[in-house]
């Protein structure tokens, strides 16, 4: 028997834009990588000692890392902050510097969801409530390597309670991800 997110496989990933209420946008199956990290802060006897006593809790983290290959400019256009169309049938992505912007407030909804055999699982995901994107791209032009383009996801906690989009399930300060079975 498998764990709730199966053994092993690929998995889907889609993000919208959460404060747009549009559609997911399907990026592809690629290399994902989902971490989750509890930060703690130890506490010591004396304000030299080396032994801790306690650990207190002092925030956590999630993120979401995808390898993309064989993307479209739709995709790089929406993932890059600062990015816009150009071109008269859209064939083209213009990037400028984006210094200064918030990422909580252009964040995405992340949706991954673990195939099924042939099909993304109808049940099984990870769910990221709102989460930053920065992109890394590495694109070589040789006969070695595949051309990927990096997006992480990092996800923040939801400021306000029913603050996302999903207007199907209740949403609460503070969450930062779903695991769904």
Not at 155 to 179: I, M, Q, R
């Amino acid at each position: 028997m498998s764990g709730f997110l199966g053994d092993l496989g690929p998995a889907r990933i889609r993000v919208k834009r959460a404060a747009l209420s549009a559609q997911f946008m399907d990026l592809g199956k690629g290399d994902i990588n989902f971490t989750f990290t509890e930060d703690a802060a130890p506490i010591k006897d004396a304000q030299d000692g080396t032994s801790p006593v306690d650990k207190i809790y002092t925030g956590s983290s999630a993120a979401v890392e995808a390898i993309l290959t064989r993307t479209q400019l739709a995709i790089l256009k929406l993932l890059i902050p600062g990015a816009s169309g150009t071109g008269s049938s859209g064939d083209q992505v213009v990037v400028k510097t984006c210094v200064g912007n918030s990422q909580y407030d252009s964040a995405f909804e992340v949706e991954v969801t673990p195939y099924d055999g042939q099909e993304p699982s109808a049940t099984r995901q990870i769910y990221l409530y709102r989460a930053g994107v920065q992109v890394d791209f590495n694109v070589p032009f040789n006969a070695d390597g595949q051309r990927s383009f990096k997006a992480t996801f990092t996800a923040f906690p939801v400021a306000s309670d029913d603050e996302h989009t999903n207007e199907d399930e209740a949403c609460y300060t503070g969450w930062l991800f779903k695991l769904q079975a």
